[in-house]
Structure formats: structure tokens, C-alpha cells
């Protein structure tokens, strides 16, 4: 097992993907990664359902939702001190809401150890050390 993927095991990790492929993907990517994965939120609705019940680690977010745009769970995320990563095919200049502005982005497609990767810097500057 690699240093990257031993300090990801055991990581609880929602998925925020509308998308059934998409998540289906990030999951397998995530479980080879050694990541606990909660159950994927193909909408705000139900990711707010899956906070309100259970605490990830870290989320990965798509940006929009058939439509709707993911900030009331970017913003639940921030209000529980809980960190997360955007999953988007949008550039940074279509993110106007200010609990998204400054998040780190993960263009789609993602490969495991981009996803890594990021999953371990945003981890780090929420917990230094």
C-alpha cells in the first residue's frame, strides 16, 4: 500500500454526483483508495438527509445538480467544519457563490491519484499536522 493511499484509509467520503456513471466511478475510485464511501447524493435534497444523519471526513461535490447548483450543501459542509473538493467540467469563472469561489477544483474526468492527491491537500489545511 502506498503512503498516499494507507493516509486516505478508513477517510469517510460523501459523494455529491448526479450522475450514476460518474458516481459510480468516483466510488470505485475512492474504495481502491482504501476510502469509507457513504451513500452517493444524486441531489441536494438527499445529500442534506445523508449530513443530517451521518459526518463525512470530506465530501466530493459536482457543481450543478440537473440544474440545481450545490450551495446549500457546500454551505451545511462549511457550517460542520467538514471540508470539500468541487467535481466540475465548469470553469472557475461559473462559480459565483462565495462558499465556492475559494474551494479546490477537481476537473472532470478525475483519475484516482489526481483525486488523491487533492483529497490530501484540502485535508491538510483543515487539519494541519
Do not use: W
Not at 15 to 29: K, Q, T
Not at 44 to 54: C, F, H, P, Q, T
Amino acid at each position: 500500500m502506498s503512503g498516499t493511499t494507507a493516509r486516505l484509509d478508513g477517510l469517510r467520503v460523501l459523494i455529491v454526483e448526479d450522475e450514476l456513471v460518474v458516481a459510480m466511478e468516483l466510488e470505485a475510485l475512492l474504495r481502491d483508495l482504501g476510502c469509507i464511501v457513504l451513500d452517493p447524493a444524486p441531489t441536494v435534497k438527499k445529500a442534506l438527509r445523508i449530513l443530517a444523519e451521518e459526518r463525512p471526513d470530506v465530501a466530493v461535490l459536482d457543481v450543478n445538480l440537473r440544474g440545481e447548483c450545490v450551495t446549500p450543501v457546500a454551505e451545511a459542509l462549511e457550517a460542520q467544519e467538514i471540508c470539500f473538493v468541487l467535481l466540475t467540467g465548469y470553469g472557475r469563472e461559473r462559480l459565483h457563490d462565495k462558499v465556492l469561489q475559494d474551494v479546490t477544483c477537481v476537473h472532470k474526468p478525475v483519475d484516482g491519484r489526481q483525486l488523491a492527491k487533492v483529497l490530501l491537500e484540502v485535508l491538510a489545511r483543515y487539519r494541519p499536522g
